[in-house]
């Protein structure tokens, strides 16, 4: 992986804390319809010569593309800027701004220091309320400006709505290639915003379901060869790659638990499938389930004391809930369809999960005790959703129709800012990391 250091080297001016969102227009709220994007300017950034100046107006563009992703910010046009002589040192000439309906300008400066680091000076400012909401500084190496970029959207996603930001995170997922039947299906990595795409695995065979790990070091994924099926962990920073061991029967859907010491996956022996967890340290193995139905897809809680997982024990694919020894299962959805690829937010909060009813596959969420469910997306084949790590944005797979290629899709808790995720090839099973460190 590339080496990557980061430092906020000072927390310049903080008007508003975080408790509330600085402007009353941007905040989010999951029950929410049709939120109007908030105006705001991103001006391109000053350099004291021509290659600081051509890094500031890159990170100037991913920032304001990040943000007009995330479906709250409304990314004006430079050519509607009046005031272009913005030095991060002074206040803003704020009439400029509220002529153009700025409700917020972000500006800054990229310096490039003697030891080749780059270093970005940014501040946001609330023009109508003519204050600084926030100033930061950023340093890293010249070649990673854009997590710089992201770093500075997370920021200002944070300071505007009151929550996390998402925007320095990368995507593993599952490119796919060739035809129909004789797909190639390599794991492949991202920026969240498409950037940097590599494969991380040959495609000399099958692969499915990659899951980070809480640190986003390391990912966990099911490997089918013509001779066995087997869950691995692979290790993005040394690319070393280890087995989970050899069990009889196939084993998949692997996931980590929140703190990293545990994997969940099931083992189908026998025409049975149960839930195990394997404690990665000891490499003790347990059976947490017994029933003679299929049990799969195990998620843990946040807290990690609890599983949700989908089981046909009722007679179709439906979600249930227990405790990490397998007692108090209970059934948490009772809707129409069939439910099933059940995984828990970082938050706690909501469950997402894909469900098919009446030849249609369907992304939703639901409570962990099954209430409030809402669809969020509907399409010939949705599938595999996965929660960025703030919890207010899921990513997932779609088939537009029969023969149409995967590609992958983004969505927010509310069922709002549906978009194609911006990687334009066939692709399935994405994950997304928590935030980069």
């Known amino acids: 992986m590339r080496p990557v250091v980061y430092a906020v080297l ?156 998402y925007f320095d995170t990368r995507i593993v997922f599952v490119a796919e290639s060739g035809p129909r039947k004789s797909k190639v299906k390599r794991l492949a990595i991202m920026d969240q915003d498409g950037a940097n795409p590599s494969y991380l695995t040959e495609g000399s065979y099958l692969v499915l379901t990659p899951r980070f790990s809480p640190n986003g070091h390391q990912i966990t994924y099911m490997a089918l060869r013509a001779d066995s099926a087997r869950v691995y962990i692979l290790d ?65 809680s946040p807290d990690g004391r609890q599983l949700v997982f989908n089981s046909d024990r009722g007679g179709s694919p439906q979600l249930y809930v227990m405790n990490l020894d397998g007692s108090g299962v209970h059934r948490i959805s009772f809707g129409q369809g069939r439910y099933t690829t059940p995984v828990w937010s970082p938050k706690g909060d909501f469950i997402a999960f894909t469900r098919q009813q009446g030849g249609e596959f369907h992304i939703g969420v639901m409570k962990p005790d099954g209430s409030d469910e809402r669809t969020l997306t509907t399409s010939y084949l949705d599938e595999s959703p996965a929660w960025a790590p703030n919890g207010r944005v899921l990513i997932f797979s779609r088939e537009a129709g029969h023969g149409s290629p995967p590609r992958l899709y983004t969505v927010d808790i509310s069922g709002q800012n549906l978009r194609p995720a911006p990687y334009n090839l066939p692709a399935t099973d994405p994950t997304w990391s928590p935030l980069l460190k």
């Open 10 to 165: 000072a927390l310049l001016t903080v008007v508003f804390g975080a408790a509330a969102p600085a402007l009353a227009a941007v905040e989010i709220n999951v029950n929410r319809g049709v939120i109007q994007p908030l105006p705001i300017a991103v001006a391109p950034m000053t350099g004291a010569d021509a290659r600081a100046q051509g890094i500031g107006g890159d990170v100037a563009r991913v920032i304001a593309a990040d943000l007009e992703r995330s479906g709250f910010f409304k990314p004006l046009s430079p050519d509607s800027f009046i005031q272009r002589d913005l030095n991060v040192d002074d206040t803003p000439r704020f009439n400029d701004w509220k002529t153009i309906n700025a409700q917020a300008l972000v500006n800054g400066r990229a310096t490039i220091e003697p030891d080749g680091r780059l270093r970005v000076d940014f501040r946001l400012w609330d023009t109508f309320g003519e204050k600084q909401v926030l100033g930061l500084q950023f340093t890293s190496t010249g070649e990673d400006w854009r997590r710089i970029a992201h770093k500075v959207a997370d920021a200002v996603y944070k300071a505007m709505t009151g929550e996390d930001g």
């Open 236 to 300: 993005l920073e040394t690319n070393r790659q280890e087995s989970l061991g050899n069990f009889q029967g196939m084993v998949f859907s692997p996931r980590f638990s929140p703190d990293g010491s545990k994997v969940a996956f099931s083992v189908d022996r026998n025409g049975n499938t149960d839930v195990y967890t394997m404690d990665l340290r000891s490499r003790a193995v347990t059976r947490v389930t017994t029933d003679a139905a299929i049990d799969t897809s195990p998620s843990f």
